[in-house]
């Protein structure tokens, strides 16, 4: 059984930090593209950051130079370190791994940015 389970959001003031952690079992996954999205009250799903199987990593342009995506192949683990956050920022963030015909899902974390 595959599970995806990401922890790490929180409430934060802006202009702070936060780190996400995405924790995989069931799979191997360096053998998966990781992506990041989220998806924000009455808002579609939005795409974050794409790591490929390759070491190419891909932001969209909202979170370009703010956010970092990583993974550790070792902890079967991607993090999404998030710097400089904004009110817009705030939302539940996904983790998904997929390839192929696969395509998995984590149940979330809330991430809340207000002073």
């Known amino acids: 059984q595959v599970q995806l389970v990401e922890s790490g959001g929180g409430l934060v003031q802006p202009g702070g930090s936060l780190r996400l952690s995405c924790a995989a079992s069931?799979?191997?996954?360096?053998?998966?593209?990781m992506d990041w999205y989220r998806q924000a009250p009455g808002k579609q799903r939005e795409f974050i950051a794409s790591l490929t199987l390759g070491s190419d990593i891909n932001y969209a342009d909202s979170v370009k130079g703010r956010f970092t995506a990583s993974r550790d192949n070792a902890k079967n683990t991607v993090y999404l370190q998030m710097n400089s956050l904004k009110p817009e920022d705030t939302a539940v963030y996904y983790c998904?791994?997929?390839?192929?015909?696969?395509?998995?899902w984590g149940q979330g974390t809330q991430v809340t940015v207000s002073s």
């Open positions: 069931g799979i191997i996954m360096r053998n998966y593209v």
């Open positions: 998904n791994s997929w390839r192929s015909s696969e395509d998995y």
